[in-house]
Nanobody, 123 residues
Framework: QVQVVESGGGLVQAGGSLRLSCAAS????????MGWFRQAPGKEREFVTG????????DYADSVKGRFTISRDNAKNTVYLQMNSLKPEDTAVYYC????????????????WGQGTQVTVSS
């Protein structure tokens, strides 16, 4: 019954930055780990990053370490994905997901999904 809505996608040049936002409904937002996944054309959906319910621990895919940063503001029921040094291979539909777990590493626990937002990185 958790509703997840992401926004902030768009078109940027390689090397540029973009910040995605994700809002999750419900009074228990702070009880869930939150994460970001992405799916490029012709590819399977892949895990990008996740953050614990408290915001004190994070997990990143190797492909985005050092470039992407996940954060959350539980008072605003919002999680963010700051994407820097974007590359054309980052082009994908990005999905925000809420977990039934408190930890971001429980990949199978991400069960509440947003509709996705398109990120396109041009050369």
């Amino acid at each position: 019954q958790v509703q997840v809505v992401e926004s902030g996608g768009g078109l940027v040049q390689a090397g540029g930055s973009l910040r995605l936002s994700c809002a999750a409904s419900g009074r228990t937002f702070s009880a869930y780990a939150m994460g970001w996944f992405r799916q490029a054309p012709g590819k399977e959906r892949e895990f990008v990053t996740g953050i614990s319910s408290s915001g004190r621990s994070t997990d990143y895919a190797d492909s985005v370490k050092g470039r992407f940063t996940i954060s959350r503001d539980n008072a605003k029921n919002t999680v963010y994905l700051q994407m820097n040094s974007l590359k054309p291979e980052d082009t994908a539909v990005y999905y925000c997901a809420a977990s039934s777990s408190t930890v971001p590493t429980a990949r199978a626990a991400y069960v509440y999904w947003g509709q996705g937002t398109q990120v396109t990185v041009s050369s």
